[in-house]
């Protein structure tokens, strides 16, 4: 028999109020992913959970199985993230965070390095006082979330022909899934123009650590430039995932 109490790690990404008193959770675990929890009573004045289950915490969990969702029984923050919340800027990012890793996985599937990156870029989030190098963050997060969901951008060797990707590298296709040669370019209508420093910026991010990330200070319009291509290829992810979803529907009818 399973036991019935469990611990996990944990990062609140989405709560929403059910009846009297109840909320529901949607967290991300290191071993059991995204899962959806319970925590009765939270929103009484008296209960002991109370302020221990905000949203974007990092906290320790223990949990008791339940029939349809398993309940919080104790929360212990490990990183409480407290500068996150006390400006607008950051809120925004941490919200934008939490939603972007939410409609990228699927619930109950285990992904260790994709919970230390979530970890470690709501720390870098709190951490950062400057808003450009925040931004920097945010598209190590956006570009390694896409390599850890099987998405992994070609920014090393042609998305199409896999050649090797040199200097005069100036496309990048996001159907095709990442950078395309100076041959197969303008072969594609739909790739986007590249700028070598966007090019250079991707392909550091995309090997580097988060560590190397914060010691980076790119230039506003270069990070601009790689948010709208991460973007673009982001879009094509959920797009194709929300069409796979629609098209499994209708073949269980
Ligand atoms: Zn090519």
Redesign the pocket.
Known sequence: MRDRLYTTEAIILRRSDVGEADRLLTIYTPHYGKITISARGVRKTMSKLAGHLELFLHTRLQLARGRTFDVVTESRAVQPFRQLREDLDRISWAYYVSELIDKMTESGSENVPLFALLRDTMAAIDAIDEALRRDVIIRFYELHLLTLSGYRPHLFH??????E?GQDTDRFSPITGGA??????PHEALALPMSLAAFKLLRYLARGSIDDARALAPSAATLQETGRLINAAIRQVLERELKSVVFLDLLRG
């Open positions: 042609c998305a199409q022909c896999e050649r990707l395309l040669c100076p041959r197969c370019g």
